[in-house]
């Protein structure tokens, strides 16, 4: 008989519409494995573009944590609302999260904090009249970009004035605490969406129309991200790193915006690195 994706269907037709198709509740967590580590494609990408193309009426809730805080935190917040508000929970988690030292989390943020939708930047000491470049993330790609401006840094005595910030819960949108963040850096000229994933894939075209529709045409956004693709990976750890490094470099200079508007072919700013063609 025909093949059947079993889970895909499972997925789509009981788990994301469940309330409005079989008016039932479901708190179930989903924990995906979804990071670019530089292995095949099957280990890389948990089509998190799927989750986000099926968000709708507040169906369910989609994140991506970075710290062992805000997953302790999330899974509390989640059995707090199983009888209050149930929604089912998808949850991308990096592999190499587990033992990154950047990724821990002191006693105290454990014993009293709470989940935050957005984290900002705790990794620089930067005035936020300094500011001049937003990058917004999700996930483990935060703490390649820190890594990486913290050696910049050093090896050329400069004073940053780009900062990154985790959207750390995709759906809902943090759309108010994206705001109150816009508005806390009065000398912000540009604002770019860094995501590991192909530009068809991840977080894009989800993430852009709701960041536009905060800045107003106040400020250009634009976005660094591997290019359109086939597949959702290289499949080859040499490409990988090279590819990788591309885009924390992107994401720390500054580029020309102006120069590279229209180049997409959706009419969006296309500052994605080729990369190796077949």
């Not at 995906?32 to 709708?56: D, I, K, N």
Request: hydrophobic share 40%; aromatic share 8%.
């Amino acid at each position: 008989g025909d093949f059947i994706n079993v889970p895909q269907v499972i997925i789509d037709q009981f788990i994301v519409s469940a309330r409005s198709k079989w008016e039932q509740d479901s708190g179930l967590v989903m924990l995906l494995p979804h990071a670019y580590e530089g292995q095949g494609p099957e280990h890389s990408s948990a089509r998190v573009e799927r989750f986000l193309q099926m968000v709708a009426e507040d169906n369910m809730r989609i994140a991506n944590c970075t710290t062992a805080a805000q997953y302790f935190h999330i899974l509390r917040r989640q059995r707090k609302l199983l009888k209050l508000d149930p929604r089912p929970l998808i949850m991308l988690t990096p592999k190499s999260l587990l033992r990154h030292p950047l990724a821990a989390s002191p006693p105290e943020e454990l014993s009293r904090s709470k989940f935050h939708p957005l984290l900002r930047d705790n990794h620089v000491d930067i005035p936020k009249e300094q500011v001049r470049r937003l990058v917004l993330c999700s996930g483990k790609v935060y703490f390649d970009f820190v890594t990486a401006r913290q050696k910049h840094m050093k090896e050329l005595e400069l004073q940053p004035d780009v900062i990154a910030c985790r959207v750390e819960e995709l759906y809902p949108f943090p759309a108010a605490e994206v705001a109150a963040l816009l508005n806390s850096l009065p000398n912000l000229k540009e604002v770019v969406w860094l995501q590991e994933e192909p530009r068809n894939m991840g977080a894009w075209t989800y993430i852009a129309p709701r960041v536009r529709d905060l800045l107003r045409n106040r400020l250009p956004l634009s976005y660094i991200g591997r290019t359109r693709r086939a597949s959702p990976a290289e499949g080859s750890y040499k490409w990988h790193l090279k590819e990788q490094a591309r885009l924390i470099e992107a994401a720390l200079s500054w580029v020309d915006v102006e120069q590279a508007a229209g180049a997409g072919a959706d009419g969006e700013d296309e500052l994605a690195h080729p990369g190796r063609r077949a």
